[in-house]
């Protein structure tokens, strides 16, 4: 708190160790079109913790208007003009993690790619994004999904692509946007995703294709989270 950091930029370049804890204060983060890397590992009984400080607000915006989606969308969701591709707002690559207490939101692609192991993601709330709010990608597992709130979202809120072990608990999936695509579930389980478990989530006001939540079925099965020249999402 003494030491605070001039943006979350730093998160990338801070080291840590198991047990320690960083503490974001109020205000909005404008995030770069990059995005952030974590990829901090803690151990099980300390886990390294970001979190929203005493709770207040705090906000990370990818910047992304409506009339940029609407362009993407337009476009097919294709790669974009910089680097051949767009990013998440976050990618979570690391282990032993407890992500607590932030706001997502401005999200172009995905507010959160999630590459991990053994991470918890708990009491954030994500508006928005042009496809899904939490995206998994195959190899990735034992994530605990609590008690977020996801809105806005224009494909799937939680897309658990080829996840082991993801617990989905206590979260509110409500008032996406149907108004640029065709919408796809709430909860998505697909491309080889095993042992996914559901309690206690609330669906309501919601505008989808199918169901709010469908267990299984579609796509690929080697979706790794690379881009087209190899590097990490």
């Given at each position: ?63 992304t208007t409506y009339e940029e989606l609407k362009k993407m969308v337009a476009e097919g969701m294709k ?59 195959t190899g990735s597992s034992d994530v605990l999904v609590l008690n977020n709130d996801f809105s806005g ?81």
């Amino acid at each position: 708190i003494d030491k605070p950091l001039k943006d979350v930029s730093a998160l990338e370049k801070i080291q840590t160790k198991p047990g320690d804890a960083i503490a974001l204060r109020a205000g909005t983060y404008n995030i770069a079109e990059e995005g952030i890397k974590i990829k901090f590992v803690g151990e099980p009984t300390q886990p390294v913790k970001i979190f929203a400080y005493e709770g207040e607000k705090v906000i990370l915006d990818h910047g992304t208007t409506y009339e940029e989606l609407k362009k993407m969308v337009a476009e097919g969701m294709k790669p974009g003009p910089k680097n051949g591709h767009y990013y998440p707002l976050s990618s979570v690559r690391g282990k032993y993690l407890v992500i607590e207490g932030l706001t997502f939101t401005g999200c172009l692609e995905n507010c959160m790619l999630y590459a991990g192991s053994h991470n918890i993601i708990k009491d954030n709330t994500f508006i928005g994004g042009g496809e899904e709010n939490i995206k998994t990608i195959t190899g990735s597992s034992d994530v605990l999904v609590l008690n977020n709130d996801f809105s806005g979202f224009m494909n799937e809120a939680i897309d658990i692509f080829g996840a082991h072990r993801a617990y989905i608990v206590g979260n509110k999936f409500h008032d996406n946007d149907a108004s640029l695509r065709v919408t796809s579930p709430a909860i998505w389980a697909k491309a080889g995703a095993k042992d996914v478990s559901y309690l206690n989530n609330e669906f309501y006001n919601l505008d989808v294709n199918i169901h709010a939540m469908v267990l299984g079925g579609c796509c690929w099965h080697n979706w790794d989270g690379k881009n087209s020249d190899g590097s990490l999402k």
